[in-house]
């Protein structure tokens, strides 16, 4: 059992072959996906891809790129879209400095309205934070004062100090195949300092394929990769990492159910 806690299967580049995609990811021993959603006007085609296949699951969010493309997201809208029984956390959300694609204030703005979201249905707030480490830790510690709220940082490329910040808060954090490449050391030393209990992986695909398959497309069955870098890193065996990386992801979407019949002893 391996799961994939973070893909967008409806971006360009796997939409037009999804069954194939889809093939290769149960070839590989990917058991369930997250299909994550960056913009509301996206949310239709997502969900249908998760009605789609009893091993999908997706989110409701506005990326932090896209929070200037919409209007300002509104409670009601996450809280409508995240009744349905598919919709498993809130997001993809949260700051990011480092392309700045939207102004900085909307992004903010959005980021506090997907955290009343998962603080009122319970479902994890699923946080983008790039080049954005003190503003996250900011807002993520007065939110929390107001009432506590679940979550994880995914594709972590921060620093000590937003790792720290997010576990003390409960969090998860998720790595991507960027803990495969190369110049990774400062954050393979962050993911060796993560308990075991904390860790999910994901494929952030289409978009950074892990090595080997590195300057790729990327696709869920390339998580393999991501969690073999992980089991290496916390000297466990890849199998264990990935049934534990799968366990946690069961732990912090406590919404999604396997499929009866599926692989419900592994879990
Ligand atoms: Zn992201
Ligand atoms: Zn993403």
């Known amino acids: 059992m391996l799961v994939d806690s973070h893909c967008h299967l409806n971006y360009p580049g796997l939409a037009e072959?999804?069954?194939?995609?889809?093939?290769?990811?149960?070839?590989?021993?990917?058991?369930?996906?997250?299909c994550i959603c960056s913009r509301i006007g996206e949310f239709d085609a997502i969900r249908a891809i998760a009605e789609a296949h009893d091993h999908i699951y997706c989110s409701v969010g506005v990326h932090p790129h896209d929070s200037g493309k919409e209007d300002p997201v509104a409670l009601d809208q996450l809280l409508a879209r995240a009744s349905h029984p598919k919709v498993i956390g809130i997001g993809e959300t949260g700051l990011d400095f480092y392309y700045d694609n939207s102004p900085r204030d909307i992004q903010e703005a959005n980021f506090r309205v997907h955290i009343e979201a998962a603080r009122q249905t319970g479902l994890p707030l699923i946080v983008h934070s790039r080049?954005?480490?003190?503003?996250?830790?900011?807002?993520?510690?007065?939110?929390?004062?107001?009432?506590?709220?679940?979550?994880?940082?995914?594709?972590?490329?921060?620093?000590?100090?937003?790792?720290?910040?997010?576990?003390?808060?409960?969090?998860?954090?998720?790595?991507?195949?960027?803990?495969?490449?190369?110049?990774?050391?400062?954050?393979?030393?962050?993911?060796?300092?993560?308990?075991?209990?904390?860790?999910?992986?994901?494929?952030?695909?289409?978009?950074?394929?892990?090595?080997?398959?590195?300057?790729?497309?990327?696709?869920?069955?390339?998580?393999?990769?991501?969690?073999?870098?992980?089991?290496?890193?916390?000297?466990?065996?890849?199998?264990?990492?990935?049934?534990?990386s799968a366990d946690n992801f069961f732990t912090a979407f406590a919404k999604a159910k396997i499929p009866a019949g599926a692989t419900a002893t592994a879990r």
């Open 17 to 34: 072959d999804l069954p194939q995609v889809l093939d290769r990811a149960a070839a590989a021993g990917v058991s369930h996906m997250l």
């Open 131 to 244: 080049d954005a480490d003190a503003k996250t830790i900011e807002i993520l510690t007065i939110e929390a004062k107001k009432g506590p709220f679940p979550g994880l940082i995914h594709c972590f490329t921060g620093g000590t100090d937003l790792a720290r910040a997010a576990l003390d808060m409960g969090f998860y954090i998720s790595f991507s195949g960027i803990i495969t490449f190369k110049n990774a050391q400062d954050l393979r030393d962050i993911a060796e300092s993560v308990p075991l209990d904390r860790l999910l992986v994901e494929t952030d695909a289409p978009f950074l394929a892990p090595v080997p398959e590195r300057g790729k497309r990327n696709e869920p069955a390339f998580v393999t990769h991501t969690a073999a870098k992980l089991a290496e890193i916390k000297g466990e065996t890849p199998e264990d990492m990935a049934r534990i």
